[in-house]
């Protein structure tokens, strides 16, 4: 058995590039940044960042165009692919990115209270799509900021 799955969750580095295929159909080329925060041997927080080039294709693309932009938050579920070309001076060109099968926005920086219908991965909008009941009073979790200490980790 094989498996080639990427679940990713991070921000945009740049808004999204859209391009047109031949057959007319869209492309959306996007840099997603990931961070990655642990302590080192000496006990020193260390972080460290990885970009990860992304490509959306068809209504993803343009939804994507449409409504993300540099430093939004999304979620993004896909594949690895590795692609290559010949070079313009003749040498073999490799890039490495995750086609995207899905993804979601992440929450807006100012909260519940200024979010617009955004589109799902499927291009229904949060307005356009059925409506469940939510209770009156939302609860929020509030999460300490101190950080987790490995140590108090049962397993």
């Known amino acids: 058995m094989y498996l080639n799955k990427v679940f990713l969750i991070g921000n945009l580095t740049r808004d999204p590039e859209i391009k047109a295929l031949p057959s007319g159909s869209k492309v ?3 840099s997603l940044a990931t961070n990655r925060v642990w302590k080192d041997q000496a006990g020193a927080r260390q972080e460290a960042t990885e970009y990860h080039n992304t490509v959306a294709f068809g209504r993803q693309a343009e939804n994507l165009a449409q409504y993300a932009k540099k430093g939004a938050s999304l979620f993004v579920e896909g594949r690895i692919q590795t ?3 010949d070079g313009q001076d003749g040498k073999k060109n490799y890039r490495t990115e995750i086609i995207i099968d899905s993804f979601q926005f992440g929450p ?3 909260g519940f209270g200024d979010a617009a219908p955004r589109p799902s991965a499927s291009g229904v909008s949060d307005a356009e799509a059925p409506q469940k009941s939510a209770p009156a009073d939302l609860d929020t979790i509030e999460y300490p900021d101190e950080e987790i200490n490995l140590e108090d980790i049962p397993f």
């Open 108 to 110: 807006k920086a100012g």
């Open 83 to 85: 692609r290559s070309w």
């Open 28 to 30: 959306a080329s996007i």
